[in-house]
């Protein structure tokens, strides 16, 4: 099975900082990509898809870079609510979507 | 608009006894259906997805199985529950027609003791 690549952190930021993730797929011919958002002992729930030319919706940006074969998820202005598990996913085609297994955020006041 | 519903949230079987975990989707037809479990502090395991009615494709040998009866409804079970089966079990849904997006119940906390 190909894989998806998360740094599973945790990352430890202050409130107000800037903190990115980057994420690797190994199959080249993924067509579609997201990034998830899971709380403790909560469903994971879609944060954002992410588009070849990169996609801004807030404080999150999120882009993708298919020569390297990454995406990344920028947060901006970190809130004590981000912190949370973020999940890269991949879509290969006619396959079920292939999860990372998270980077751990903890946003500190 | 769709919705997704699962249930129990919470369940506490003992080692050996039957499991039924019911799911079921609102305001689609046909939607691609999945079963997923989480292991406490580890990522999501696909065991079972189906693409139609009596269609289940197994991800992983396991002591348990899927049925979907109905378009909109999948059930995950078990004859006997091991201690292994322990974890948390997400139901979800996508289509063709959303670009692929999963969305995902809200989980049944499973504990075998």
């Known amino acids: 099975r190909k894989e998806v690549e998360q740094d599973p952190g945790p990352f430890n930021v202050p409130e107000g900082a800037t903190v990115a993730f980057n994420c690797t797929y190994s199959?080249?011919?993924?067509?579609?990509f997201f990034w998830y958002r899971q709380d403790c002992r909560k469903e994971p729930k879609l944060l954002m898809s992410?588009?070849?030319s990169g996609n801004e919706d807030g404080r999150f940006t999120a882009q993708l870079n298919r020569a390297s074969q990454y995406i990344s998820l920028l947060i901006r202005d970190s809130k004590l609510s981000d912190s949370a598990t973020y999940l890269c996913?991949?879509?290969?085609?006619?396959?079920?979507?292939?999860f990372g297994k998270g980077t751990r955020l903890s946003v500190i006041a | 608009s769709q919705t997704i519903h699962q249930w129990p949230a919470t369940l506490v079987q003992p080692v050996g006894s039957p499991l039924s975990l019911e799911c079921t989707v609102e305001?689609?037809?046909?939607?691609?259906l999945y079963w997923y479990r989480q292991a406490a502090g580890r990522g999501l395991q696909l065991l079972f997805y189906?693409?139609?009615?009596?269609?289940i494709s197994s991800e992983v040998p396991q002591n348990l199985s899927a049925s979907r009866p109905q378009d909109r409804q999948f059930i995950l079970s078990s004859k006997k529950l091991l201690l292994s089966d322990s974890g948390f079990y997400l139901c979800?849904?996508?289509?063709?027609?959303?670009?692929?997006?999963?969305?995902f119940g809200s989980g049944t906390q499973l504990s075998v003791l």
């Open positions: 992410v588009y070849s």
């Open positions: 189906s693409v139609g009615i009596g269609q």
């Open positions: 305001g689609t037809s046909n939607p691609n």
């Open positions: 199959n080249s011919a993924s067509q579609s």
């Open positions: 979800a849904w996508t289509s063709f027609d959303i670009g692929e997006k999963l969305f």
């Open positions: 996913v991949v879509n290969e085609g006619n396959t079920p979507l292939v």
